[in-house]
C-alpha cells in the first residue's frame, strides 16, 4: 500500500529558530515529491523534487530528496510568525496513475515571536 | 487568470439533503481530483479525473459522485449528505504530462446537521 508520512505531526518554536520537517514515502512507480504550504485555506506549492541530492532553495526554505532511502526534509532557517502553517508533502506517481497525488497528513508548525 | 474556482465557499445541509460543489479550471488541465482535509488527516482523495469522460476513485469515495463532461468543469455530487461529510472540501487540478503540481481552488466549508 502506497503511504507517505510525515513528522512530527506538529511543532512550535520561537521565532529566529531553524526547524526540519520530515517525510518518508513508499510509493511505487516514484515520480516526484512535492511539498505545499497550508495557511488556513487552499494549499499553495512551495517545491518539487525529482532528483536525489539536489537542494531546492527560496528565500529561507530548501528541501532535498533522498530516493535510495525515501525521505526528503524542508527546512526553513531563521523562522518568522508568517512561517506558521500546516506544511504538507505529497508524492506522485509514473503510470497509469500519473497525475494522482498522495498526501501525507502534514506538520503543524507555529512560530511564536 | 482565474485558475480554479470552487464554489460555494461555504454551506450547511441538514442530513438527507443533496448537493453539487462546483469545480472550474481554466488552464486546460488533464487531471482533476476532489479532496476533503478533516483536521489532522491531511489530503484525502475523494475521486479524480484523467480527462474528459474519465473518472476513478480515490481513498475515500462513498457517499459521492463525479462526471467530467468537460475539460473545465469537475463537479462533486453528494446524494444524501450526513454528518460524516462535514469537512473542508478541495478541487484541483494539474497538467499530469508536464509537471504533477496540483493547483488548488480555495475550499469548501461544508457543515451537514
Known amino acids: 500500500e502506497d503511504k507517505v508520512v510525515q513528522s512530527p505531526l506538529s511543532l512550535v518554536v520561537h521565532e529566529g529558530d531553524t526547524v526540519t520537517l520530515n517525510c518518508s514515502y513508499e510509493v511505487t512507480n516514484f515520480r516526484s515529491l512535492l511539498w505545499y504550504k497550508q495557511e488556513k485555506k487552499a494549499p499553495t506549492f512551495l517545491f518539487m523534487l525529482?532528483?536525489?541530492?539536489i537542494e531546492k532553495k527560496s528565500g529561507r526554505l530548501s528541501s532535498i530528496l533522498d530516493k535510495k532511502e525515501l525521505f526528503s526534509i524542508l527546512n526553513i532557517t531563521a523562522t518568522q510568525t508568517g512561517d506558521s502553517a500546516v506544511y504538507l508533502c505529497?508524492?506522485?506517481?509514473?503510470?497509469?496513475?500519473?497525475?494522482?497525488?498522495?498526501f501525507g497528513r502534514g506538520t503543524q508548525l507555529t512560530v511564536w515571536p | 487568470n482565474a485558475g480554479v474556482t470552487q464554489t460555494p465557499k461555504f454551506q450547511v445541509l441538514k442530513t438527507g439533503q443533496s448537493m453539487t460543489l462546483q469545480c472550474a479550471q481554466d488552464?486546460?488541465?488533464?487531471?482533476m481530483s476532489w479532496y476533503r482535509q478533516d483536521p489532522g488527516m491531511g489530503l484525502r482523495l475523494i475521486h479524480y479525473?484523467?480527462?474528459?469522460?474519465?473518472?476513478d476513485q480515490g481513498e475515500v469515495p462513498n457517499g459521492y459522485n463525479v462526471s467530467r463532461s468537460t475539460t473545465e468543469d469537475f463537479p462533486l455530487r453528494l446524494l444524501s449528505a450526513a454528518p460524516s461529510q462535514t469537512s473542508v472540501y478541495f478541487c484541483a487540478s494539474s497538467s499530469a504530462l508536464d509537471s504533477p503540481e496540483a493547483f488548488f481552488g480555495q475550499g469548501t466549508r461544508l457543515t451537514v446537521v
Open positions: 488552464m486546460n488541465h488533464e487531471y
Open positions: 505529497a508524492v506522485g506517481r509514473r503510470g497509469s496513475t500519473l497525475g494522482r497525488l498522495y
Open positions: 525529482t532528483s536525489s541530492g
Open positions: 479525473s484523467v480527462g474528459a469522460g474519465i473518472t
